[in-house]
């Protein structure tokens, strides 16, 4: 589905264009930590977790499919070392 009229899909993107860079990679870096908090918040509801638990499920969230079943399992070996 989708709702926005080309009009100000081009406004939008117009508007995305005329930030700085900085402001571009700031908002970006928001928009991240925003997501990550939300998946914090949702591995955290799935009851008492260890940190380092914590961590592998959000790698696995954001990163699981980018990677083949043996380098993930290296990822989330380091990740509970760490």
């Not at 993107?13 to 908002?27: I, Q, W």
């Not at 940190?51 to 989330?76: C, H, I, S």
């Amino acid at each position: 589905m989708k709702d926005t009229t080309k009009a100000n899909e081009e406004l939008f993107t117009r508007m995305l264009l005329d930030l700085a860079p900085a402001e571009r990679l700031a908002m970006a870096c928001r928009m991240f930590s925003a997501a990550k908090a939300l998946v914090l918040a949702g591995v955290s509801a799935a009851g008492s977790l260890s940190a380092a638990e914590a961590r592998g499920l959000v790698f696995l969230r954001f990163y699981g499919r980018d990677f083949d079943r043996a380098k993930r399992a290296g990822v989330l070996s380091r990740l509970q070392a760490t």
